[in-house]
């Protein structure tokens, strides 16, 4: 598989002199065509700042990141749908910043809103939505971008345990129906281990990749199976030693 996001090497510094705070410490990573990897790591690792980086919304301080000018679209912990628009109509919005025309707008953010299994909400506003139904929208929306790279930032942090399950499946079929590549931000190892091909532990601030582990349980995974919670625990016992070498 080729390689669609490439680190190399990258730091990223904010400010200069004794204020100076390095957030993001020599990372290097590539992920590659149709991978779902998920980042991990302590508060404040740098876990966000790296997919403002690969999102092109904030600049690199040193090393290269190379995307191939693919399309990339962020995922946020909330949905951040204009209220005042319809759910189709907060789909439409990357359509129309593309130019397309009316009709085809409509037609798209139908078949999207398909593709989330929301087709018969289009007309609702956001507020007559669950939690769960919102981040639906937002996941139709980013692929209105015609993103190649999926970047998604705690998107379900907010939501309870089952919305969040149901959630994990949705996502994992809409992955593979739309052969998406996505870079995933969690809190949650147990999350991680479920949805990704990849987990990359991230040291405590600044961020460095500290482990990168081979997820290869076989799909469909349920968060609380054995396989998952083995390997989960596996992550966390690493995690938390991380942890407290940072607070030592």
């Not at 929208?137 to 692929?143: G, H, P, S, W």
């Not at 469909?220 to 991380?242: H, Y």
Request: charged fraction near 25%.
């Amino acid at each position: 598989m080729s390689t669609v996001v490439r680190i190399d090497d990258v730091s990223k510094q904010y400010g200069t002199g004794s204020s100076a705070l390095l957030a993001l410490d020599h990372i290097s990573l590539d992920v590659r065509q149709g991978e779902f990897v998920c980042l991990l790591g302590a508060s404040g690792c740098g876990k966000s700042t790296l997919l403002s980086l690969v999102a092109g919304l904030d600049r690199i301080t040193s090393g290269t990141l190379d995307i191939g000018g693919r399309h990339v679209a962020l995922m946020f912990q909330e949905a951040a749908l204009f209220p005042w628009l319809s759910v189709a109509g907060n789909v439409e919005l990357p359509l129309r910043l593309q130019g397309a025309g009316r009709a085809e707008r409509r037609e798209r953010a139908r078949e999207l809103l398909e593709v989330v299994r929301l087709g018969d909400f289009a007309d609702k506003r956001p507020h007559e939505l669950s939690g769960g139904m919102r981040q639906r929208v937002a996941l139709a929306r980013a692929l209105a971008q015609k993103a190649d790279v999926l970047l998604m930032d705690e998107p379900f942090g907010a939501l309870d345990a089952m919305t969040r399950d149901i959630l994990h499946d949705e996502l994992e079929r809409v992955w593979r129906e739309q052969r998406l590549t996505v870079l995933f931000v969690t809190h949650n190892v147990r999350e991680a281990v479920r949805l990704g091909d990849r987990v990359i532990l991230l040291s405590s601030r600044p961020g460095r990749v500290i482990e990168d582990y081979a997820i290869t349980h076989p799909r469909p995974r349920r968060i609380d199976s054995p396989e998952v919670s083995g390997q989960a625990a596996e992550i966390t016992d690493r995690l938390r030693a991380e942890v407290a070498r940072h607070a030592g």
